[in-house]
């Protein structure tokens, strides 16, 4: 059964509860992580229909504004956790939860801290040797974003062989 659309939701008014309150948590959850607290509520409603769903039915669901669910759905988009999709027919703009969504957020994140370790090496070439303490302080950066990449890269290439068996 599509569970996306406007039409309810079969549940049990316990499973209604129980699915409200976990699309709450990642509220809180993704709140807690400085993303919008609308932003986690999005995912969590994805984790559990998966989609397509419009952006009006989103609003609806949710009870928010169909300004913030499209914000927040473009930055989840953006951030690899949702994808945009059509259906034929209809001018609508449809999300859906991104196949293997973790594993996109992960590479994004990887990305993101190569590029931070480039800016701290610049930054201990470009800066004068006598600023001891900033150095150390670069160095041990420099140290945690290349072990926390190195570390990213090997959860995505064990998820990814783990979704090739």
Partial sequence: MND????AFETSAADGRAISAFIERMGLSAQGDG???I???ILGYFIIHGG??????LARRLAVSRASISTNARLLRDLGFLEATAMPGDRQDYYQLAPRHYVRVLENYEHRM????ESLSQA???IDD?????QARLADMR?????????????????????ES
């Fill in 35 to 37: 993303l919008p607290r």
């Fill in 124 to 126: 201990e070439r470009e």
């Fill in 143 to 163: 140290s945690f974003v290349t072990t926390a990449r190195a570390q990213t890269r090997a959860l995505i290439e064990r998820l990814q062989s783990r979704d």
């Fill in 52 to 57: 397509p769903t419009t952006l009006g039915v």
């Fill in 4 to 7: 996306s659309g406007d039409a």
């Fill in 130 to 134: 006598a600023h001891v303490d900033a």
């Fill in 39 to 41: 932003a986690g509520r």
């Fill in 114 to 117: 190569g590029a931070l370790g």
